[in-house]
């Protein structure tokens, strides 16, 4: 399972730096996850780089996410997250999300250097597996 977060699933989307590596990772993956507020944070960085065309291809993906909604549980965990592993409120709403996936195999994908530290603290496996 790849869990991912704005800053890896906007790669499907505009063309940027990695975005081959992002895609065929993805079309490795048995299936994808992403919080509920990925939605949100994918569309508008998606607009803004790349207009209505590609919003439209990343809501006909939408559907084939594994969505981890925003409840108390997750709400409290996330802002213990937050302050233990300096997180910004979106980044730990993903790492508290991506804690939840009941998955042996989870690959949490993103380009956010503060959640890429924070996830491996977590002892969760991460892709890239270095950021530059």
């Not at 291809?57 to 233990?84: C, G, K, M, N, Q």
Request: one cysteine or more; aromatic letters at 6%.
């Amino acid at each position: 399972m790849l869990y991912l977060d704005a800053s890896a699933l906007v790669k499907r989307y505009v063309a940027e730096e990695e975005s081959d590596a992002l895609i065929a990772r993805m079309g490795a993956a048995d299936g994808w996850a992403i919080c509920r507020v990925g939605y949100v944070e994918t569309a508008r960085a998606v607009n803004l780089a790349a207009g209505k065309p590609a919003v439209r291809r990343f809501e006909a993906d939408w559907p084939s996410f594994e969505i981890v909604e925003v409840d108390a549980s997750l709400a409290e965990h996330a802002a213990e997250l937050a302050s233990t592993e300096e997180l910004r409120s979106l980044d730990a709403l993903h790492l508290a999300a991506a804690l939840l996936i009941d998955t042996g195999e989870l690959t949490v994908a993103t380009w956010d250097g503060r959640l890429h530290r924070a996830a491996q603290n977590q002892d969760l496996e991460v892709f890239p597996a270095e950021l530059s």
